[in-house]
């Protein structure tokens, strides 16, 4: 029986162009005719890559992504500049994907109307947590409600590592006054994936608090978002 022996550097006679596929198994083609329900995560990625170089389409670099990263969600967390170093993905392919995440952490975010009520530390997460979650840096928001607990806005205070010095609270209460708000909650996130609040943490919301008794406006609770965990400090009796 005659095998087929396969030469070095013969390139594989099942690699082809995504325009040599059948018309059907192109996934653009495939996403009009059956739909974005039927697609594969590397069939989606692909779209958005459009072209591959070379020899490589633009299915395999995002099976190579997948490959590398082992989820959508730790693709989501690349940067350009991490994205970029993958042949096929230059500056504006790279930008493209990011742009794409954050259409989608922000439809994630269930952005309801700005008169959301937030009735317990789940609604805050459920809304904050895919804004949230994959940041590099900390981030530290103060939530501005009305009486009936309703959001009225969300501000964001700091952006970097977190300490007293930048997060005053004449930052949070300044916000809170031209609002106006009737309580705060404050949230930031721990990208190392640990939800347990340091002493900095602690420092900071006790001051922003002594500053809101003052002020007359109360804390109802202030959430850390450690990328799928969270902690609240109104349930663990911290406030």
Known sequence: MKRFIKKVGEPSLYHCKITDWPAEERPREKLMSRGANSMTDAELLAIL?????GS???VDVAKKLLKD???LDNIMARSIQELRQYKGLGVAKSVTLVAAFE????????RLSDKM???SPEDVVRRFMPLLR???QEVFKALLLDSANHLLNDVTISVGILNSSLVHPREVFRHAILEPAAGVILVHNHPSGNPEPSSEDITITR???EAGKIMGIPVHDHIIIAIDKFTSFAERGLL
């Open 134 to 136: 994959d940041m590099k």
């Open 117 to 119: 009520q937030i009735s």
């Open 207 to 209: 001051q922003v608090i």
């Open 103 to 110: 259409l989608g952490r922000r439809a994630s975010s269930v």
């Open 56 to 58: 490589i389409t633009a």
């Open 69 to 71: 990263y082992r989820s």
């Open 49 to 53: 890559i459009r072209a591959g170089a």
